[in-house]
Nanobody, 128 residues
Framework: QVTLAESGGGSVLPGDSLRLSCALS????????VSWFRQAPGKEREFVAA????????YYVDSVKGRFTISRDNAKNTVYLQMNSLKPEDTAVYYC?????????????????????WGRGTQVTVSS
């Protein structure tokens, strides 16, 4: 049974930072791509960032490049999303997702339909 558990969300001011964590369990994830998505009220789920577990390759949506960093800790089976310079438009529920048969091209990891496993999400609110 594969499980993903997000943590680290909260309410912050514009310009602040947060680090989200996604703890994975249930199997070996060395061939997986793990990604973060987000969904704001009334909007579709949006890709944020992806990391290929085997070699650490990453891919980001343009709106977060230079502000967010995705990383993984092999020993802890955990993926992180460091979010700096947060903006009100970053407000959303953030979800962690895992794809066990990922595409070779990182830009294709943004497709929601690729993902087999999802966490329950963690709320991030950026407001003054």
């Amino acid at each position: 049974q594969v499980t993903l558990a997000e943590s680290g969300g909260g309410s912050v001011l514009p310009g602040d930072s947060l680090r989200l964590s996604c703890a994975l369990s249930g199997r070996t994830f060395s061939r997986y791509v793990v990604s973060w998505f987000r969904q704001a009220p009334g909007k579709e789920r949006e890709f944020v960032a992806a990391i290929r577990w085997s070699d650490g390759s990453t891919y980001y949506v343009d709106s977060v490049k230079g502000r967010f960093t995705i990383s993984r800790d092999n020993a802890k089976n955990t993926v992180y999303l460091q979010m700096n310079s947060l903006k009100p438009e970053d407000t959303a529920v953030y979800y962690c997702a895992a794809d066990g048969a990922p595409p070779q091209t990182m830009r294709l990891t943004k497709l929601v339909e690729n993902y087999d496993y999802w966490g329950r999400g963690t709320q991030v609110t950026v407001s003054s």
